[in-house]
């Protein structure tokens, strides 16, 4: 049995004829299986979605009610037969409700992960690791100049920011599904009480991560707030709104922005950010390679980022890999979020 | 090292002067001695310690890291350090950190391996990653040991105690130690702002700190305990200290009917760099400086002019280049300006001039509470017993009344400034009677600058600002009308980004951002039609040949005028209307 014969690549993404599924397919597909909510991965338009609850309740903040034809929830670890493919999702740790599709047929098991990260995380669950004998990674961050280091030094930053300048406001720019709600979590494990103010596109994410249980302490809207009150405050916004006029409401902003990508400092610098705080919710390059040897996989394929160096180091540990091209994976972080 | 590193970072991304300050003023009060003086050392430039070559930090990633893995990265952040800085296999062994979530059991995979080598993977990979730097290393190594041990270092040592450092600190730890020892911070700060920075800490302004720095040696102690109260202030032991220069205040054609042309002198404005000369004897041996107008001491930069001063005293002057006699605009001194090193080539073909305005010393006497009527003949006489072609006198401009005055300000060439009459960049009248003050005191001295050159352009693309105008399209690239392969096309003259009022500011805001016709990253192209767009009214202070513009002509401090919102940019100016200016100006006619 050839894993070209289980999953393989098809115009809309990665396809298992025999389940009749597409895996986060790009364009519309009779039956999808949603690894997670971001963009670039779950789009609207599909006869059947197969996900995780908080993964659909998600797809449907964001399209509105009628996203799929029908939808079907999924536990973690919970085996679902599929015309003869078992399949079952484990957790990814990237956002709320990421999951690895792990698809089994003729005893070969496959793992597309989706995006993930090997990090404790405070809003998800943790990355479970699925051995496999094909493993289908990320390599947005695939890179050794990227290690991403811990949030907790680069939260200090922002704290002793605010601690220098308590007059100006501090703007962080963060993906609003799973980076927002991780950073505020994340300021609220290192001690800090103080209100924290959304812009409008993050306050239903948000709002949903709390009902899921986890908690965020005070949060407000940025929306009403006058000038004055966000002197010395945090507020996190999309990306795209640190340099619109949106910012113009707010005391001599410091603007930072909360990104893996920031430990470039030319990106830093060309989006106009004077805090770079480097915190991601996808592995680094430690992180990639120590997933992939750990799996125990053979055959490594790598979607989406810098494909060539984990193909090559795979190559040098003697593991066969090759890159899967698929076109719009990587674009909600690539674009901001500017449509939000 | 590890918060001295924090702060270089933090400076590197903040574009606004204040902010700037505050960084290092907080910097400064939250650090013990020595390590702080060795980082206001560091910021003022002050540190001498044989560097390391960009090739020598290749050869040590060369030697730890795969070369595809690092060329694909290098390839992707194109700048050497920053890329060894991020690459550099970390050695720490993984502590564990508190706070975190609960590490349950954990090995350790993906930590402690070179480019992610992976030991003995644990299947539960979620909790095992340690993401905590090795906080040991990172606080053992200070920015006091690396000075102290780069100042005694053999160089064949230098390879494995860089790498042994390298080893123990953090991606942002290594970033600004190759920086340190490869010389030149580059974030941003000028050693003036540093040295604002640290006045900052006590109530003492830059100026003071400034007048003892020279007799002050890293790190610094006694300065940092005069600041903070607890001792007295440093004595400067400086035979050639800076004193703080008297500056004039701008003249409006308005002020001269208040004021009596038989109280002032008048002689030119040269458009050079505003220095203080100054020599004396110490045990024998001479000592020469040249200081800027704030006080940086940038005599390395002029061993030429430095030669040449060898009598005691204190000459406040402008500096100038010179050749076969004649002083040369302001962008030939560019070309000899923030240069590294001083070549022979640089010497002879751009020789430091300096013109003599005033004199603050002789010998050992301070002559600034004399009137400047009688410093004149004092300096004439200083300026010839030094007997040195490259140190003359400003000539002073005769004039009865005011009228002559505006005559000379419109054609120094006619009136006594002759071939220099290109360098010549206004007037300065200066009270007779009046002493020599240190700051900007109204009354005694005028500049009375030529009028700007004036263009209207065309606003061809907008960038955004920085800090509070970081919403702002507040960077304007301005064209004027040439002729172009298929007719008439705008062609790119010059940059501004002030002059504008905080309303007109909303306003061409607004414009750009509604008529934006491409965008190149934070660029935007706005629409410039012959019968679509924004007509500038651009002033400027000079224009010279350039080869590094499409339009061969680089325009000096420009700024916005005004906006004609009332033209249409068919009847915006042309290329030749700019060249012919250049054409007046090297004449040394007023425009």
Redesign the interface.
Known sequence: MRPENILALTLAGICCKRGSFHIDPTRPVERALITHAHSDHARAGHGAVLATQETLDLMRLRYGENFAGSTQAVRYGEALALDGVTVTFH?A?HVLGSAQIAVEADGLRIVASGDYK???D?TCA????V?CDVFITEATFA???????????EIA?LLH?LA??PERAHLVGAYSLGKAQRLIALLR??GYTNPIYLHGAMESITRYYESRGIALGALRAVRGADKAELAGTITICPPSA???????RFP??V?AFASGWM????R?????????LVISDHAD???????V??TGANEIWVTHG?E??LV??CG?RGLKACPLDIAGYGEEEDNGEATE | MNRFA?LLD?L????ARN?KL??MT?YLRSTADPERGWALAALTGSLSFQHAKPGLIRQLIAER??P??FE??YD????LS??VA??WP?QHSPLP?E???ASRDGGK???G?H????GN?????????S???SVVDVQELTLTSVVETLTTLGKAQLPQQLARWLDSL??TGRWALIKLVTGGLRVGVSARLAKTAVAALGTADAQEVELLWPGLVPPYVNLFAWLEGRAGRPTNADPAPFRPPMLAHALDDSDLATLDPADFLAEWKWDGIRVQAVAAARDGRQIARLYSRTGEDISASFPDLIDALHLPGAIDGELLIRRAGRVQPFNVLQQRLNRKTVTPKLLSEFPAHLRAYDLLADGDQDLRGLAFAERRPRLEDFVARLGEERVDLSPLVAFANWQDLAAARADPTAAGAGADAPAVEGLMLKRRETQYLPGRPKGPWWKWKRNPLIIDAVLMYAQ?G???R??YYSDYTFGVWAQGDSGDELVPVGKAYFGFTDEELVQIDRYVRRNTTERF??VREVVHKPDQGLVLEVAFEGLQHSTRHKSGLAMRFPRINRLRWDKPPAEADRLERLQSMIAQIERGLAT
């Not at chain 1, 943790?126 to 690791?129: E, I, M, S, T």
């Not at chain 2, 992707?76 to 700048?79: P, V």
């Not at chain 2, 480019?115 to 992976?118: K, L």
């Open positions: 957790p740790g090997n990090v404790a405070p943790p990355f479970a690791l051995r890179l050794p100049v990227f290690r991403h280091g811990d949030p907790g030094g930053k920011s220098v300048f494990q290192s640190l340099n619109e006029p949106w910012a113009r001599d902003p603007n430990r470039v400092r030319a830093a610098r060309q989006q106009g950010v004077a805090l770079p390059w430690d992180g990639l390679t120590a997933t040897a750990a810098q060539d160096a090559h180091w040098t | 924090e933090r590197a991304y903040e574009p902010n505050r960084l907080d890291t795969d595809v893995l694909l990265s992707y952040l194109g700048d920053e890329t991020l690459m970390a950190s706070g975190r979530s995979p993906g930590e391996g480019d992610g080598e992976v993977p644990s299947p539960d990979l979620a909790d095992a990653r993401t905590s730097p953090d991606e955004r920085h800090g509070k970081s919403s990253g934070p």
